[in-house]
């Protein structure tokens, strides 16, 4: 499983966008106390289905559900600056959640595979 403790390795510019992103909210954070949640989202999908799509997507789906949810913990918790990966419970899942239950309470409840 990927955590957010492994080093970043962005490949397009997309991702180094948002790891740029991630960097300027931790130092506005560390140098004026300025919190921040910075939520790397898996796929989230217009009609919520993603059987319908390639095998990554059986991964990385974020079910609308869930995503209200992980917004809602975000804005409602008590972290004042993290970085959290964003994703249903997804049998086949590659990114590594367990920091965003336990900072965030996030308690995803839709998996791919059941779909």
């Avoid at 559900?65 to 972290?79: C, E, G, M, N, P």
Wanted: proline share 3%; net charge positive; glycine share 6%.
């Amino acid at each position: 499983m990927i955590n957010t403790r492994y080093p970043v390795w962005p490949v397009s510019f997309y991702g180094i966008s948002k790891e740029f992103g991630e960097i300027i909210a931790r130092m506005y954070y560390e140098t004026t106390g300025l919190e921040s949640i910075c939520l790397r989202i898996g796929t989230v999908i217009k009609d919520d289905n993603p059987k319908k799509r390639y095998s990554r997507i059986l991964s990385a789906w974020l079910c609308h559900k869930d995503v209200a949810q992980l917004f809602k913990k975000s804005i409602k918790s008590k972290v004042r600056f993290g970085i959290y990966y964003g994703v249903s419970n997804n049998k086949d899942r590659f990114w590594d959640i367990s920091n965003t239950i336990h900072d965030l309470g996030y308690e995803p409840k839709c998996d791919a595979s059941l779909m």
